[in-house]
């Protein structure tokens, strides 16, 4: 049962990465999933979740309008497409699951976070 996150890499500001989470062993439809960050020398912070239902999409501010999050039931997966990268969004990104609501709410993911994956946007 584990959370993978892939799809980091460099790219130049303005430019275009798209965030894999790809679960195995339970279905993520199941679950609220989340993306996190941490950057170098900073705090663990928020960015995107959506909840069970697609309609329930919420984003920090500095990412609104440029990241979007969505579900593939078929795949079993959950992306983040991220445009017009800034130097401020370099860090690594997570993926995280959590069976209660807290997609909007709480925001306290718990029950799946995976591996990271480094996301580097020079300037």
């Known amino acids: 049962v584990q959370l993978q996150a892939s799809g980091g890499g460099l790219v130049q500001a303005g430019g275009s990465l798209r965030l894999s989470c790809q679960a195995s062993g339970f279905t993520l439809d199941y679950y609220e999933v989340g993306w996190y960050r941490q950057a170098p020398g900073k705090e663990r912070e928020a960015v995107s979740c959506?909840?069970?239902?697609?309609?329930?999409?919420h984003y920090i501010d500095s990412v609104k309008g440029r990241f979007t999050i969505s579900r593939d039931s078929a795949k079993n997966m959950v992306y983040l497409q991220m445009n017009k990268l800034r130097s401020e969004d370099t860090a690594v990104y997570y993926c995280v699951a959590e069976s209660d609501r807290v997609c909007g709410r709480s925001w306290e993911f718990v029950d799946y976070w995976g591996q990271g994956t480094l996301v580097t946007v020079s300037s």
């Open positions: 959506i909840g069970r239902h697609d309609d329930n999409r």
